[in-house]
């Protein structure tokens, strides 16, 4: 236990250290980017601090965003590295007039379409042909009912199936012609912190061999409700700019569904 303590203390002191040697820490990210010191390369953490000696790096398909000591967001997509010198450029041209509600808007909407981008290209993402849309996979679920939407342009007989991951039972085998479908977990056939996996089919019988699931599952009331008061100790945040993108970034961080809006 001791040696544990020694341990976090030396992190903390670290991370200290490094703060007051650093003007920003990075807030958001998707895809791999990387920090360059010297020769080593290691990936970005969330809330981590660059230091003035690193270079953040940036490859193909990744985005980041940084926070300065004034909270102040900026986000960055474009492939490269970038020093100290070259981070204080790109605020120095963001200038304190163009912080506004736009500006957050913009910000918002990078950090929602980068995600869902990785999601779709990415290992976490499950891909059931082109039809599926939402929910996305691995979504946890804090309200008492889910919307499934698919395509079904032109309204064919199509299966609604939930699996149980455990035993693979069926509770929901729902022949629809419609491409949307609101579950509800009054109906007691699904369980809360439980894992299901859902798709759509266009046969009564099990998929095809291959066919890949999309998971979801309804949170508990204990960790909701922990979600929910870290969501109000941002909400009393003095600028609802800045609150909004830290409510956006606790979201995609525990893959809460649905989204929130604004």
């Known amino acids: 236990m001791k040696k544990t303590f020694t341990i976090l203390i030396a992190v903390l002191t670290t991370i200290s250290i490094l703060a007051q040697?650093?003007?920003?820490?990075?807030?958001?990210?998707?895809g791999d980017p990387k920090i360059v010191d010297g020769r080593n390369e290691t990936s970005l953490l969330r809330d981590s601090y660059i230091s003035s000696k690193s270079v953040l790096k940036i490859p193909q398909n990744a985005y980041v965003v940084l926070m300065n000591k004034k909270d102040i967001p900026i986000g960055i997509k474009d492939p490269g590295q970038y020093s100290i010198n070259d981070l204080n450029k790109l605020y120095s041209e963001l200038g304190q007039t163009n912080i506004t509600a736009e500006f957050f808007d913009y910000?918002?909407?990078n950090i929602l379409e980068e995600k869902d981008r990785v999601?779709?290209?990415g290992g976490?993402?499950?891909?059931?042909?082109d039809i599926v849309k939402d929910p996305f996979d691995e979504a946890v679920v804090i309200s008492e009912e889910i919307k499934f939407e698919w395509r079904n342009p032109n309204q064919r007989p199509l299966y609604l199936k939930i699996y149980d991951i455990e035993t693979w039972e069926q509770p929901y085998n729902i022949r629809i012609t419609d491409s949307v479908y609101l579950l509800k977990l009054s109906d007691s056939k699904l369980q809360k912190n439980k894992k299901y996996a859902w798709t759509v089919y266009n046969g009564q019988d099990h998929p095809m061999q291959g066919t890949i699931l999309r998971v979801f599952e309804f949170a508990d009331e204990k960790w909701k409700n922990q979600f929910i008061s870290s969501i109000r100790e941002i909400e009393k945040g003095e600028n609802p700019e800045i609150n909004k993108i830290k409510i956006i970034r606790e979201y995609m961080e525990y893959n809460i569904y649905p989204?929130?809006?604004f």
Do not use: M, N, Q, T
């Open 21 to 30: 040697d650093s003007e920003y820490k990075v807030f958001y990210f998707s």
């Open 107 to 109: 910000i918002s909407k």
């Open 119 to 121: 999601r779709r290209s």
């Open 124 to 129: 976490v993402y499950r891909a059931v042909g």
């Open 259 to 261: 989204l929130p809006e």
